[in-house]
Nanobody
Framework: QVQLVESGGGLVQAGGSLRLSCAASGRTFSPYAMGWFRQAPGKERELIARIIWSGGRTYSADSVKGRFTISRDNAKNTVDLQMNSLKPEDTAVYYC?????????????WGQGTQVTVSS
């Protein structure tokens, strides 16, 4: 069993920055990839950034490319999301999740979510 706990959300003005962190715990933690998702009110949950755990290769959605950066610390079992130049449309609940296998696109474990609110 894997537990994921997010931290770092809050209220920020447009143009500001926040850093989200996700800490993983469990007997064995060796995912294929870690992802950050977000869900805004009335919208579907979307994948905004992903990092391959062993190689570090990253993906960012077009909506956040150039503003958000995902990183991981394999030794600490953490994955961070640095969010810069925040916009009101970035307001959402942000979740981290782990994907166990290259062969399955499903994310197996999810954190509880952290609220990010960007004021205009």
């Amino acid at each position: 069993q894997v537990q994921l706990v997010e931290s770092g959300g809050g209220l920020v003005q447009a143009g500001g920055s926040l850093r989200l962190s996700c800490a993983a715990s469990g007997r064995t933690f060796s995912p294929y990839a870690m992802g950050w998702f977000r869900q805004a009110p009335g919208k579907e949950r979307e994948l905004i950034a992903r990092i391959i755990w062993s190689g570090g290769r990253t993906y960012s959605a077009d909506s956040v490319k150039g503003r958000f950066t995902i990183s991981r610390d394999n030794a600490k079992n953490t994955v961070d999301l640095q969010m810069n130049s925040l916009k009101p449309e970035d307001t959402a609940v942000y979740y981290c999740a782990s994907r166990g296998s290259y062969w399955s696109p499903d994310y197996d474990y999810w954190g509880q979510g952290t609220q990010v609110t960007v004021s205009s």
